[in-house]
């Protein structure tokens, strides 16, 4: 099939493609998972990634032991929260040389097989090659291939002709011609992913050196063509070329499942693989079957106080709120919030914060006004303002500026003075450091999704607030009404639970 790069709409090309495989593998990848007991362990970027997932741990800790113990409850996957997209290239690279590094110590202690993917953003944002290189050689080379998936159903993202595509409302638009490859830190040029990759590596791997699993291979060979095709090519490479990668077109869950199951019967066979996937593929591969969205009145619902502590803090009938990411949908989506719902507003100025004499009083400003609202039932809305701080330069400059950002928000949640009923964080960068530095978690589990694509966990009992609902807002997930309709379901939910306190 030959795919013409440009703008189209989704239907035309849909009608275009074969059916779908018709079997539900996900039995199989079950069946191959428990055959060695293998675990998958995902090392996320940003914390979006358990965008697809339920009943699986995420850690923001990965020393040996904690990844040794982790191994030894015999779940089938998780989740490592690294937030290496906030990282200048080499520090992502360091941590995730450290992280092979732990996790080779941990799978020799425990004696458990392992699989390990880089899950990565699926409009191709991300320090890529760097810290899949970086990973490689920690895990010990020899992998047979690196393995491309971005496909993402859920945000209307898919490669079909080895070209990735991100549905902008009923049109497919290629991936080089959207918003996401301007970006000022990991833009690039080419949709085509095997041109992605030359481009990526600067010419180190030549676009027509790439290997392509095609979508007809998927649903008209099946799983076994994708395991042949795999077991023709040859066995990893020796002498510290470069190394082989291969593109995987998808467009379904069901594709996904076909794709899955071919790459474990290559791996049975004694095939090495890396991976470098958007969100849904780690679903599939860990054989977990798909779950319905929670409920308003299951992500609310009351979790076990877990210290004397918890027991005696103060706790608002209201929910909190928080939004970093200035992309263009996050903005949309909190003007529609503003417009639709009784949400107090806190708005951090940008221009404040990276004035060192005013940082101070501006983060306290904040704050002060965040805990009144919350004490007063209010759900509260605490938001960067809107315009975009970049530097001259940008790449570096702009991370760090992005982290100076961050930090803040940090300090304003870090000054809560009652647990919220909830807390919802818009952004990767801003969900991770509200996670890790905000919140203190060190293990959170992941309960399902709010939203197509919006993760919430369940904080650990070392968290600041033990058992409560800390939902992940993707920035560039949902439509303009998604945040409004989300906030107004929970307010509705509490008020029939616990009395309406939001006004």
Not at 247 to 271: H, I, K, T
Not at 359 to 373: K, L, P, V, W
Not at 418 to 429: D, E, M, N
Request: aromatic content about 6%; charged content about 20%.
């Amino acid at each position: 099939m030959v795919i013409q790069l440009g703008m189209m709409r989704a239907e035309t090309l849909w009608q275009s493609l074969p059916p779908e495989w018709p079997e539900d593998l996900l039995p199989e990848i079950r069946a191959a998972n428990a055959l060695n007991g293998r675990a998958l362990v995902v090392l996320d970027d940003d914390p979006t990634g358990t965008q697809t997932v339920h009943a699986l741990p995420v850690l923001t800790r990965w020393t040996a032991a904690a990844l040794a113990a982790e191994l030894s409850r015999g779940r089938p996957a998780f989740y490592l929260l690294t937030n290496t997209r906030a990282l200048p290239l080499r520090e992502a690279q360091a941590l995730n040389q450290s992280i092979g590094q732990h996790l080779l110590a941990a799978v020799r202690a425990v004696g458990r097989s392992v699989a390990v993917v880089s899950r990565s953003d699926s409009t191709l944002r991300g320090h890529f090659p760097g810290e899949v290189q970086a990973l490689d050689a920690a895990l010990g080379g020899g992998f047979d291939a690196w393995v491309l998936v971005p496909c993402f159903p859920e945000g209307g993202r898919c490669t079909i002709g080895d070209v990735h595509y991100a549905a902008e409302g009923e049109r497919l638009t290629p991936a080089g011609e959207t918003e996401f490859a301007r970006d000022k830190t990991f833009g690039y040029r080419a949709s085509n992913l095997k041109e992605w990759v030359a481009e990526k590596t600067r010419g180190a791997i030549a676009a027509d050196e790439v290997i392509s699993i095609a979508l007809h291979t998927l649903r008209q060979g099946g799983p076994r063509a994708v395991r042949d095709q795999l077991l023709a090519l040859p066995a990893a490479r020796s002498g510290g070329g470069p190394p082989r990668v291969i593109v995987a077109n998808a467009a379904s869950y069901r594709d996904l499942e076909v794709l899955a199951l071919g790459l474990r019967w290559a791996e049975q066979a004694g095939r090495r693989y890396l991976y470098r996937t958007a969100a849904s593929f780690v679903r599939v591969m860990a054989g977990l079957a798909a779950r319905p969205l929670l409920s308003p009145a299951e992500l609310l619902a009351s979790r076990p106080i877990a210290s004397a502590a918890e027991a005696h803090q103060p706790e608002s009938a209201a929910g909190l709120i928080v939004a970093g990411s200035y992309v263009p949908r996050t903005t949309a989506q909190l003007e529609a919030l503003f417009a639709q719902t009784p949400a107090a507003r806190v708005e951090i100025r940008v221009e404040s914060l990276l004035d060192e004499a005013r940082r101070a009083s501006e983060i306290d400003r904040a704050a002060a006004a965040m805990n009144r609202h919350l004490t007063a039932g209010r759900d509260t809305v605490v938001y960067t303002s809107r315009a975009l701080a970049a530097s001259q330069t940008g790449g570096e400059a702009d991370l760090l500026i992005g982290r100076s950002i961050s930090d803040a928000l940090v300090a304003v949640v870090r000054a809560l003075r009652a647990r919220p009923r909830y807390l919802l964080a818009k952004g990767g960068i801003t969900s991770s450091d509200i996670a890790t530095a905000g919140l203190g978690i060190e293990r959170a589990m992941v309960l399902g999704q709010a939203l197509p694509g919006v993760p919430v966990w369940q904080t650990g009992p070392e968290s600041r607030f033990p058992g409560l609902a800390y939902i992940v807002f993707p920035g560039n997930v949902g439509g303009p009404d998604a945040l409004a309709q989300l906030v107004q379901s929970l307010a509705a939910a509490r008020g029939s639970l616990w009395g309406d306190n939001t006004s």
